[in-house]
C-alpha cells in the first residue's frame, strides 16, 4: 500500500510518526517561505508542511498546482498554538514534509472545489469525476454505501436469501413505458428493461424461497421530473406465510435500525392511518406528519347556501368542500395569499376562498372575508368551531371535485409548513393501509390503485359487486410526505387473480397472453405472500437531505435522459440496426 | 408469522412443545390407517402424523395432494425407535398433528419433484418455479446468495464503497456485440447495456473515491456457449495507490475468507505463475493444477529429424513440439488413442503422436510407437530422459503452430486428468501473472489481451518500439482451472493512453469518439489505481459443483437467448416502434 494512512484519520496521538499520505493537493499555500499543502483523499484533508531546507522536496513541492495528485512523506507534530484547525478532522496536527513524489499532474479544473462555485450543472455532469471529489457529493455517495450495508447486513441476518432476477425481460405490466432491447436471435422481438421484479419475486415465493431481498435495478422511460432517473433502484422484499402486519413490523425494523445505525436517529414506533384518513386529514396519501396543519370537512354545513361555489360541491357526491386553519396567520398581506391563489391553481383550484378571523366575538363584523356574507351566521360559526379557529387566525377553504380539493389544500398544507417554519419534528415516519383496491378513471374504468397482483379484503365475489368499495391489503411507508416504500398482500389464488383481471377489462385471451406463466404457477402451490419495495435513491435523498435524485447517484442522466460525460445515448453503425433487423424511420422513409 | 419453526430446524430438543409448520407436500403416505405427511419448506422436511382420532385434521389430511401448501399444527415427539431417519435434520422426531389448514391447492406437477427424473431443460425453464423447489435446485441459489454476502461483508469491512453504475450507458469498448437500447427522446440514437463498468470505476478513482466495489450486472450479445448467459454478474473491484501485489493479497484474502465461511475449506497461499510458464508447463493460461501431468518442450530435440511433421514445428519460431508423458498408461488401448486424437483434433491438432514405454532398456526395440523409426536414438533418449518416462508410460507428442500445440496438449491434460482419476486435489488456485500486453491477429494486428486500459511494465516509447515483447501488469485468479477474475493495474497517464491506443491502430479520432471523456480525465489528476473482477456466476458454480451456469441463475435464459417461462423476448405493439422511432426491416420492405 502506497499510504500509511487516510489524510482524514490523522490525529494528536500519531505525534512523532512517520506517516505517508497519498491524495490530491486541495489547496496551496505559500507563507512566510513556507509551503503548505492541503493534501485531500477519501477520508478528508490534512496539512503538509515543506520547510526550504529540505531542499529538493521544497522545489517539488513548489511545482505542484491544484488537483496534482502526489505521495507525501513527513512526520506528525501538533499544530503550533493558534494555528489549529477544529473545522478539519486531523485540524490539531500537521505532516512536517520529509519527502513529496508527484504521481499525477492535472490541469485547471474546470470549476474550483472548495466552494459552492457558480457552475451550471451539465459542466457538473460533463466533468462528474471532478465533482464528486467535492466532500460535500462524496460524502452523500459514501452514507449510499453504508445504507446499502446496513439494508443488506439486516435482511441477510433476518434469513432473506439476496436473488438476483433478469434485467432482460418481458414487458412488465406496471402501467409506465418499457425500455426495450431487440433480440438479434429472435428478430423482431424486444426484451424489455424491469419497471420492478415483481412477478419475478412472486414466484420465488412459489418456489418456496420464503424471504426474498434484492438491490434491484428498475427501468422506466418516462419524461423525467425533478426527483425521476430512467434508472433507479429498488430495496425489493418478498416474503412468505406473512401477514401485513408481520411485514410491516419487520420492514420498520429495519428501517429504524438503519436511522439508528446512519445517523444515530430514533425514529421511535410508526403510526398506521387508514388512506381515508389521510386523504381527509391531510389531503394526501403521503402525508408529512411534521406539519401540524390539517384539513377539516364542513361539506354538511354548506349544502343549503346560494354561493353555487360552496353549494355545488357540496352536494356532489364526488366533491369536497373543506378549510384549513393557520394559527396565528389573520395579518397574512393580500399579496401572499395571492401567491398561494395561484399555487393552488396548480393543483387545479379554481380559487382560494379565506376568512381572517379578526373577533370572533363581534360575529360576522369580525370576520374579514369576501366569502362570509355567502354563509349563514349558524353555519359559519359552526365550522369556525369545528376548525377551532380563534382569533388571529387565518382559514382557509377548498370546494370542488374531492381529488382536487385534497390535492390544493393539501398542497398548500405543505407549502405553509415550510413558508411559516412550523415543522415540529425531523423525523414523521407513519404506514399509511386500508388503499381501495381500484382508482376510477375519466372514462369510468378501473385502475388498479397498486398494481393488479394486490390482494382484497374482500372475496371475489364482493369485489365483483362492488369493486369500488373494496380495499386492499396494501400498506404504504411514508416520511416526511414522502413515499419511502409500497407493498401489498398478493394474490395467491388463481380465481381472485382472474376477477382482479376481469375487473380491471383485462379479457382472458389478454390474460393469457400477459400474464399466462403466473396463472400457471398459481395452479401449482402458490403459498401466501406479500412483500415491499423501497425506493433507495429516495431513501438516500431524505437521509443525506440531497435536493435532486442526481446528487445521489454516481453518474445520472439529465432531465432528457442522456450521460453528457459519455455522450450516451449514441449513434450506432447501420451493421449493429441490420443485424438486429431493425432501421430508424427517417432511414425507412428516404429509402421508400 | 403464521409458522413457529422451519420445518427442517425441528429436532428432539423441542420434544413435547407445539409447533405450527408451513410448507408445501412433499410426499404423502397411508400406513395402517395412518396419514404421514412429509411437510417441505426452504429450510427441509419434517413427517406429520394425523391419527384417525382426530376426526376433522385427519379428514384434512386425507384431501390434501402433492405440493399442496398447508399450515400444520401439532406436538412434537421422538420417534418409534427403528422409525428414526439419519438422512434428514428433524429425522430422530416427527409431529402428531393437532391441526391442518389447506392454504393453497395444487394441481399435479407437470413433473416429480424427489428425484432426478427425466424431464428436459426447456419443461424444468418453463416451470422453473416448479423446478427451483427441489432441495439440491434451492440449495445452490441460498449459497449464492451466502457467497454474495460473505464478500460484500468483506468488503464493507475494508473500507469499499459499494457504488451503482449505470446500466443505460454508452457503447463499451470490450469487443464483443453489445445489447442496444433505442432512446426515445434522443431519437436515432442508442443506448448501449454495459459489457462490464470499467471505465466507470476507473472515473470513480479519478473521483477519489480510493476503494470501490459492485456486484454488477454486465451483458453480452454473443452467442451462446454452455456456461455462458447475455447477463451474468460481475464482483467489480477497483482501487487507488495499491500496487499489483496489494491488489492480489487482497483479493486473495477476501476469496480465502469465503472458502473458509462458506464451505469451510482452507485454500492455503496462491503461487504466482508467469503466463509464460503456464503455458510452458500446462499449455493454459488458466492451468488446472489438480492435475500431475506437464507439457515438456522438445523441439531443440527434431530440429534435425526427417519427418517434416516434427522438424517444420521446431524450425519455426511461432511453432511448438511438445510431450505429455501420462505415468502406467503404457497399455492405454489402440481404441482409447484414437478417441483422444479426435479429442485434440477439435483444438486443431492435426494427429496425436505417442509412445508406449515398454521397456526402455531394451533401446528403440522397447519402445511402441509409430514414429520412433524418425527419430535419431540419442535424441529419443534426451527426449525420455527430459520427460521422466519410466517402463509402462505413454508419452504424447504434439508438433504445430504453438497456439495448437499448447490448446491441444493443455486439452488431452485436463481430459486425462479426468479420465484417469489422477486429480491431487479438491481446490487448486492460483494467480497467472506477467501477461503480454498484445496478441497478434491473423492479420498481423494486434489486440489487447486484457484490454486497452491494462497498464504495461514498460515506457511508452519501450512499448512503441516493440509491442509484441511488451508485458502487461494484468493478473488472473485461476481456480480448478477456470478463470475465476482477472484484473490489472490501469493506464493512469494520457500519454501511456494514447500510445497503447495508437499501438491497436485506434487514431486520434476514434479516441476522441470513443474515449475522450478518458482521457479528459486522465488530464485532471488520476491516480494510479487497479482493480479486478470476478465472475459471480463461475465462482458460484465452483463453489456448488453446479454442471451449468443456468443451475446458478434463478431465471437463466436459453441458449438462444429467450426466457421460455415468460416467453422473453416478445413481440411489442407498431406504437412502441413509432415513438422510438424504429420499424422492423421486413416490415420496411413490404412498406417500400
Same mark, same amino acid.
Given at each position: 500500500?502506497?499510504?500509511?494512512?487516510?489524510?482524514?484519520?490523522?490525529?494528536?496521538?500519531?505525534?512523532?510518526?512517520?506517516?505517508?499520505?497519498?491524495?490530491?493537493?486541495?489547496?496551496?499555500?505559500?507563507?512566510?517561505?513556507?509551503?503548505?499543502?492541503?493534501?485531500?483523499?477519501?477520508?478528508?484533508?490534512?496539512?503538509?508542511?515543506?520547510?526550504?531546507?529540505?531542499?529538493?522536496?521544497?522545489?517539488?513541492?513548489?511545482?505542484?498546482?491544484? !488537483?496534482?495528485?502526489?505521495?507525501?512523506?513527513?512526520?506528525?507534530?501538533?499544530?503550533?498554538?493558534?494555528?489549529?484547525?477544529?473545522?478539519?478532522?486531523?485540524?490539531?496536527?500537521?505532516?512536517?514534509?520529509?519527502?513529496?513524489?508527484?504521481?499525477?499532474?492535472?490541469?485547471?479544473?474546470?470549476?474550483?472545489?472548495?466552494?459552492?462555485?457558480?457552475?451550471?450543472?451539465?459542466?457538473?455532469?460533463?466533468?462528474?469525476?471532478?465533482?464528486?471529489?467535492?466532500?460535500?457529493?462524496?460524502?452523500?455517495?459514501?452514507?449510499?454505501?453504508?445504507?446499502?450495508?446496513?439494508?443488506?447486513? $439486516?435482511?441477510?441476518?433476518?434469513?432473506?436469501?439476496?436473488? !438476483?432476477?433478469?434485467?432482460?425481460?418481458?414487458?412488465?405490466?406496471?402501467?409506465?413505458?418499457?425500455?426495450?432491447?431487440?433480440?438479434?436471435?429472435?428478430?423482431?422481438?424486444?426484451?424489455?428493461?424491469?419497471?420492478?421484479?415483481?412477478?419475478?419475486?412472486?414466484?420465488?415465493?412459489?418456489?418456496?424461497?420464503?424471504?426474498?431481498?434484492?438491490?434491484?435495478?428498475?427501468?422506466?422511460? /418516462?419524461?423525467?421530473?425533478?426527483?425521476?432517473?430512467?434508472?433507479?433502484?429498488?430495496?425489493?422484499?418478498?416474503?412468505? $406465510?406473512?401477514?401485513?402486519?408481520?411485514?410491516?413490523?419487520?420492514?420498520?425494523?429495519?428501517?429504524?435500525?438503519?436511522?439508528? /445505525?446512519?445517523?444515530?436517529?430514533?425514529?421511535?414506533?410508526?403510526?398506521?392511518?387508514?388512506?381515508?384518513?389521510?386523504?381527509?386529514?391531510?389531503?394526501?396519501?403521503?402525508?408529512?406528519?411534521?406539519?401540524?396543519? /390539517?384539513?377539516?370537512?364542513?361539506?354538511?354545513?354548506?349544502?343549503?347556501?346560494?354561493?353555487?361555489?360552496?353549494?355545488?360541491?357540496?352536494?356532489?357526491?364526488?366533491?369536497?368542500?373543506?378549510?384549513?386553519?393557520?394559527?396565528?396567520?389573520?395579518?397574512?398581506?393580500?399579496?401572499?395569499?395571492?401567491?398561494?391563489?395561484?399555487?393552488?391553481?396548480?393543483?387545479?383550484?379554481?380559487?382560494?376562498?379565506?376568512?381572517?378571523?379578526?373577533?370572533?366575538?363581534?360575529?360576522?363584523?369580525?370576520?374579514?372575508?369576501?366569502?362570509?356574507?355567502?354563509?349563514?351566521?349558524?353555519?359559519?360559526?359552526?365550522?369556525?368551531?369545528?376548525?377551532?379557529?380563534?382569533?388571529?387566525?387565518?382559514?382557509?377553504?377548498?370546494?370542488?371535485?374531492?381529488?382536487?380539493?385534497?390535492?390544493?389544500?393539501?398542497?398548500?398544507?405543505?407549502?405553509?409548513?415550510?413558508?411559516?417554519?412550523?415543522?415540529?419534528?425531523?423525523?414523521?415516519?407513519?404506514?399509511?393501509?386500508?388503499?381501495?383496491?381500484?382508482?376510477?378513471?375519466?372514462?369510468?374504468?378501473?385502475?388498479?390503485?397498486?398494481?393488479?397482483?394486490?390482494?382484497?379484503?374482500?372475496?371475489? +365475489?364482493?369485489?365483483?359487486?362492488?369493486?369500488?368499495?373494496?380495499?386492499?391489503?396494501?400498506?404504504?411507508?411514508?416520511?416526511?410526505?414522502?413515499?419511502?416504500?409500497?407493498?401489498?398482500?398478493?394474490?395467491?389464488?388463481?380465481?381472485?387473480?382472474?376477477?382482479?383481471?376481469?375487473?380491471?377489462?383485462?379479457?382472458?385471451?389478454?390474460?393469457?397472453?400477459?400474464?399466462?406463466?403466473?396463472?400457471?404457477?398459481?395452479?401449482?402451490?402458490?403459498?401466501?405472500?406479500?412483500?415491499?419495495?423501497?425506493?433507495?435513491?429516495?431513501?438516500?435523498?431524505?437521509?443525506?437531505?440531497?435536493?435532486?435524485?442526481? /446528487?445521489?447517484?454516481?453518474?445520472?442522466?439529465?432531465?432528457?435522459?442522456?450521460?453528457?460525460?459519455?455522450?450516451?445515448?449514441?449513434?450506432? +453503425?447501420?451493421?449493429?440496426?441490420?443485424?438486429?433487423?431493425?432501421?430508424?424511420?427517417?432511414?425507412?422513409?428516404?429509402?421508400?
Amino acid at each position: 500500500m502506497m499510504r500509511s494512512h487516510y489524510c482524514g484519520h490523522l490525529n494528536a496521538g500519531l505525534e512523532g510518526q512517520t506517516v505517508t499520505l497519498c491524495g490530491w493537493v486541495h489547496r496551496r499555500r505559500d507563507h512566510g517561505g513556507v509551503i503548505f499543502l492541503d493534501i485531500r483523499d477519501r477520508e478528508g484533508l490534512a496539512q503538509v508542511v515543506f520547510n526550504p531546507e529540505n531542499v529538493d522536496t521544497f522545489a517539488t513541492a513548489d511545482r505542484v498546482r491544484s !488537483e496534482y495528485v502526489v505521495k507525501a512523506t513527513g512526520v506528525v507534530r501538533r499544530r503550533p498554538d493558534g494555528a489549529t484547525n477544529p473545522n478539519l478532522a486531523s485540524g490539531e496536527i500537521e505532516v512536517i514534509a520529509t519527502g513529496l513524489e508527484i504521481l499525477s499532474q492535472a490541469d485547471t479544473p474546470p470549476f474550483p472545489l472548495d466552494e459552492h462555485s457558480d457552475v451550471g450543472e451539465e459542466t457538473r455532469l460533463r466533468f462528474r469525476y471532478i465533482d464528486l471529489r467535492r466532500p460535500e457529493m462524496a460524502e452523500k455517495l459514501k452514507l449510499r454505501s453504508r445504507i446499502s450495508s446496513s439494508i443488506r447486513r $439486516f435482511l441477510d441476518d433476518n434469513g432473506f436469501l439476496d436473488v !438476483e432476477t433478469p434485467i432482460l425481460t418481458r414487458a412488465t405490466p406496471e402501467g409506465a413505458r418499457d425500455y426495450l432491447v431487440p433480440s438479434r436471435t429472435h428478430q423482431g422481438s424486444f426484451f424489455a428493461l424491469p419497471q420492478s421484479p415483481q412477478l419475478f419475486k412472486q414466484l420465488l415465493m412459489v418456489a418456496g424461497f420464503d424471504r426474498y431481498y434484492q438491490i434491484a435495478k428498475c427501468f422506466r422511460d /418516462e419524461d423525467l421530473r425533478a426527483d425521476r432517473q430512467p434508472e433507479f433502484t429498488q430495496i425489493d422484499i418478498e416474503t412468505s $406465510f406473512m401477514d401485513e402486519s408481520d411485514i410491516m413490523g419487520l420492514t420498520e425494523t429495519m428501517i429504524r435500525n438503519l436511522f439508528k /445505525e446512519v445517523l444515530d436517529v430514533e425514529l421511535g414506533e410508526f403510526p398506521h392511518m387508514p388512506y381515508e384518513e389521510a386523504m381527509r386529514r391531510f389531503g394526501s396519501d403521503k402525508p408529512d406528519l411534521r406539519i401540524p396543519l /390539517e384539513l377539516v370537512d364542513i361539506a354538511d354545513q354548506l349544502k343549503d347556501v346560494e354561493f353555487k361555489v360552496f353549494s355545488g360541491p357540496a352536494n356532489d357526491p364526488k366533491g369536497r368542500v373543506a378549510a384549513l386553519r393557520v394559527p396565528g396567520q389573520g395579518a397574512m398581506p393580500r399579496g401572499q395569499i395571492d401567491d398561494y391563489t395561484k399555487y393552488v391553481g396548480l393543483y387545479g383550484a379554481k380559487g382560494l376562498a379565506y376568512i381572517k378571523v379578526n373577533e370572533r366575538a363581534k360575529g360576522p363584523e369580525g370576520l374579514q372575508s369576501p366569502i362570509v356574507k355567502f354563509i349563514p351566521e349558524d353555519n359559519l360559526n359552526t365550522i369556525l368551531d369545528r376548525v377551532g379557529a380563534v382569533d388571529g387566525d387565518i382559514v382557509f377553504f377548498g370546494a370542488d371535485k374531492a381529488q382536487v380539493v385534497s390535492d390544493a389544500l393539501g398542497a398548500l398544507r405543505i407549502r405553509l409548513g415550510h413558508d411559516l417554519n412550523l415543522l415540529t419534528a425531523k423525523w414523521a415516519p407513519l404506514w399509511v393501509v386500508d388503499f381501495p383496491m381500484f382508482e376510477e378513471n375519466d372514462d369510468g374504468s378501473l385502475s388498479a390503485l397498486h398494481h393488479p397482483f394486490t390482494s382484497p379484503k374482500c372475496t371475489p +365475489d364482493e369485489l365483483k359487486a362492488a369493486p369500488g368499495a373494496a380495499l386492499s391489503r396494501a400498506y404504504d411507508m411514508v416520511l416526511n410526505g414522502t413515499e419511502l416504500g409500497g407493498g401489498s398482500i398478493r394474490i395467491h389464488d388463481k380465481q381472485m387473480q382472474q376477477t382482479v383481471f376481469e375487473v380491471l377489462g383485462i379479457d382472458e385471451a389478454e390474460q393469457k397472453e400477459k400474464f399466462g406463466f403466473l396463472l400457471d404457477a398459481l395452479r401449482y402451490g402458490a403459498p401466501p405472500h406479500g412483500g415491499l419495495a423501497f425506493g433507495l435513491d429516495r431513501l438516500v435523498m431524505l437521509m443525506t437531505g440531497a435536493n435532486s435524485i442526481r /446528487e445521489v447517484i454516481a453518474f445520472p442522466k439529465t432531465q432528457s435522459a442522456a450521460c453528457v460525460m459519455t455522450q450516451a445515448p449514441g449513434t450506432v +453503425d447501420a451493421r449493429q440496426l441490420r443485424e438486429l433487423n431493425i432501421r430508424l424511420r427517417e432511414q425507412a422513409k428516404t429509402e421508400g
